[in-house]
């Protein structure tokens, strides 16, 4: 590999060429004309302009010309700007696929290498596009990136004996450097090294540069560990600096619910899980919250309610549950479909499918629907991709459905043991008085600090963080004979 440090000039009629410098490497613009233009409009911020004029170019050439190309990749570069991730992905793919090794196409992977919020899907296809290329002179810049993508090419091939010349070439402070170091931790905590992991992830979140990606799941998986490790108020705090949005914000929000409920904070806990019955929280739905939900009613005495939540999930789930039992085929339920996305390895591709609706819906508003040149392309393109996504998934979920009824089926059978047991317990108990630790928060005719609305079948997001269950502790006037 050489270091890209490019001082050209070419002689054009007496003109002279001038470069756009990138870190220790020059880009030379196809046509400088252009170039200056679109960077001016991008100066100004005029992005709804910048779009149309580089649009309008590529679609004059063509994707397939240098100049298209090059039109191409500043459509890409705004997008990117504007955090159209997804789209501006599918630009640069394109780009490297139809000129590999040309200045567009190292463009695009400078630009791809420091997008850091890259789906799975699209890593798959930067792999191939990388295993491929050929690579013999590149930027400096991509080292880290194509030796991250040519160690687990030879692994997946079997190539063991190239893969650590592979690794030594990543730069520890690069993504990929960050990207090794938290795998190296993921798999401590499957060796069960908890401390190890801990200190990789505390790294990983202090170092400025590591990505936010890495940092989020690094802290995510940080205040897993305090709570395995039963250290609550930690593992909380990291979880209120956190931001989830998706299946990450049920998934967390149960997570936080567990935490509330070991604190014997029971209302909050509650709060959290009526939260799981709006509409929003539909893709992150499961049997656990109704498990939890069940608990704390009986800890606290009410058993009425633990036969109703019950209830409540037989109201869900029974028809999926009964169809179960009698062995019909329940591929295209989607309740169940979202049952093996929770618990698969697959929920991120599922994700990408979200992401890409999220990117397209958002671009429209901005840009409206009449597209053309590479713009109708990509959105058509993005469209192809999702579609391509779905199908993997449809190919791949029924491998995991026969663990998910029968993860479905113990989870009702604990229920239903649970209810039981309550029943147990409410014909074995007897009044007396039992002094109890709890004590649910009281409403006063008149509070000055605080305002206590009911909640009745709505939900306000910039509520979310206040609801709470209050419940009184039944058990205080009930003690369950020996």
Not at 239 to 249: A, C, H, I, P, V
């Amino acid at each position: 590999m050489k270091n890209w440090l490019f001082i050209f000039m070419f002689i054009l009629g007496g003109q002279h060429s001038q470069a756009v410098m990138t870190g220790e490497w020059i880009y030379i613009p196809v046509d400088y004309t252009f170039w200056m233009d679109a960077k001016e409009l991008q100066t100004k911020n005029q992005f709804s302009d910048l779009m149309k004029f580089a649009s309008a170019r590529e679609a004059k050439y063509g994707i397939k010309t240098a100049k298209g190309a090059e039109a191409a990749l500043f459509v890409a570069q705004t997008l990117k700007t504007q955090g159209f991730s997804a789209l501006s992905f599918e630009i640069f793919k394109k780009i490297v696929t139809i000129h590999p090794g040309s200045m567009p196409a190292l463009q695009s992977l400078l630009e791809i290498n420091s997008m850091t919020d890259l789906a799975n899907s699209d890593e798959e296809v930067l792999s191939r596009l990388i295993s491929v290329a050929n690579f013999t002179e590149y930027p400096k810049e991509l080292e880290s990136m194509i030796s991250y993508y040519t160690a687990l090419d030879n692994m997946r091939t079997g190539l063991t004996s190239w893969i650590r010349p592979a690794f030594e070439k990543i730069d520890p402070k690069s993504q990929w450097g960050h990207r090794i170091r938290y795998y190296q931790a993921l798999e401590k905590i499957k060796n069960n090294d908890l401390e190890s992991a801990k200190e990789i992830f505390k790294e990983l979140v202090e170092d400025p540069t590591t990505g936010e990606k890495i940092k989020y799941k690094s802290s995510w998986n940080t205040a897993r560990i305090f709570f395995e490790q039963k250290e609550y108020d930690k593992a909380e705090h990291i979880f209120y600096q956190l931001t989830f949005t998706g299946r990450d914000l049920g998934q967390s929000l149960l997570e936080r619910a567990w935490i509330r409920y070991y604190k014997k904070d029971y209302s909050t806990a509650l709060g959290m899980l009526e939260l799981f019955k709006a509409s929003y929280f539909n893709n992150s739905r499961n049997t656990e919250q109704d498990l939890l939900a069940m608990f704390i009613y009986r800890d606290l005495c009410h058993y009425p309610s633990v036969k109703q939540r019950l209830r409540e999930f037989e109201g869900v789930y029974l028809s999926l549950i009964n169809q179960i039992r009698n062995r019909k085929k329940v591929e295209n339920n989607d309740l169940m479909l979202t049952q093996v996305l929770i618990h698969s390895p697959y929920k991120e591709k599922a994700d990408v499918v979200q992401h890409l609706r999220e990117e397209r819906d958002r671009f429209t508003e901005q840009y409206g629907k009449k597209l053309e040149g590479i713009l109708k392309v990509t959105f058509n393109e993005s469209l192809a991709h999702e579609k391509t996504v779905k199908k993997t998934l449809q190919r791949l979920i029924p491998d995991l459905i026969e663990r998910e009824e029968d993860r479905l089926l113990m989870g009702y059978d604990n229920l239903q043991l649970l209810d039981y047991a309550s029943d147990l317990d409410e014909l074995r108990i007897k009044q007396v008085v039992e002094k109890r630790s709890y004590a649910s928060q009281k409403i006063t005719n008149m509070e000055f600090d605080q305002l206590f609305w009911p909640a009745v079948g709505e939900f306000w997001w910039e509520e979310f963080k206040n609801y709470k269950v209050l419940i009184d502790d039944r058990c205080s006037t009930k003690k369950v004979e020996q």
